[in-house]
């Protein structure tokens, strides 16, 4: 039987008279291609039975990965159709509330891309129509079911690195000035480095240490004009933190790291007399009492090392995701 974790970690079962849980993806663009259909090509008893996208070129892409399944560029006739049991929305975000909120109106269960809403408002409206619908909702925050942040959080609750004191987290890549298209349009998109990539580090420190508490931030807009088009969103933000168990928290990102390019990897100096260390994809870094220092890293392989730093030594944990049982899909 099918397992999905919502946000909240709990479970959601396919009902007993549903041997395969079926989908709908509204937004067939890249996200798509290169995530959400793979993904779900991975899990047992899951079917992809209608795509949406108001691009008939592109709906047709994604469409000829598919197969044969229903399509439509009108979101509305996708989320009504009885034979879609939950929707993937993967659309520009100042469409999110309205698919979201129609798909909820019909039962569905929802997984949206983040940043969910354009302000919080909306996003406690979405959050509170599928509450009170009974649906299940979830934010597209991938990186927590990587191998390397499973066994990390897994590493962390068992007590095994002992109390966290500190959490870091940087992304720092050079996307220069080209147009982002609508992404950089403020009420198009809501934000822009906050939402679009420091909301998946801020989503890992929540995971990880705990909720937090308190915070100073700031955001910078260094490229009013990016493509020949105005750019009204921030490139650059920073966020200092202090978590309720008293840890504390600093968290940075960019798009205007000169050098660092577009790619998944992001340099790393914690400010300890280690070597300077560059992460793929997780760039983490915490420090827990008896001065552990902990990181994770991973190439979306199904095996993960968890290093752990003590005073120079390097200890590694190594496990397939079947070691540790949250990890498991089933």
Known sequence: MLSVESRAGDVLHSPPYMSTLNFAIVGSGGITLQNHLPGLALCRDVRVTALCDSNAATLETARAKVGDVATSTNYEDIVKRDDVHAVIIATPNFTHKPIALAAIAHGKHVLCEKPIALNAMDAR????????????????????????????????????????????????????????GWRQQKALAGTGELGDMLSHRINFAQHLVGPMKRI?????????????????????????????????????????????????????????????????????????????????????????TVHQMKWGKKFEHSASPAHFPHVNAE
């Not at 009170?132 to 191998?147: D, E, N």
């Open 125 to 180: 409206e979405m959050a509170a129509a599928a509450d009170a619908a009974g649906v299940r909702h979830m934010t597209a925050f991938t990186y927590r079911f990587v191998p390397a942040m499973r066994y990390l959080g897994h590493l962390i609750a068992q007590g095994d690195l002992g109390t966290p004191y500190h959490y870091r987290s940087c992304r720092l890549q050079d996307w220069g000035t080209r147009n982002l």
């Open 216 to 304: 100073v931030a700031n955001v910078k807009n260094l490229t009013p004009v990016r493509g020949g088009a105005p750019n009204d969103t921030e490139d650059w933000v920073a966020i200092l933190a202090d978590f309720t168990n008293g840890a504390t928290g600093v968290l940075e990102s960019s798009k205007l790291a000169s050098g660092r390019n577009e790619s998944w990897r992001s340099l790393w100096l914690p400010g300890f007399p280690f070597e300077i260390v560059s992460f793929p994809i997780l760039p983490i870094f915490a420090a827990f009492d008896d001065n552990f220092r902990a990181f994770g890293s991973h190439h979306r392989e199904k095996s993960v």
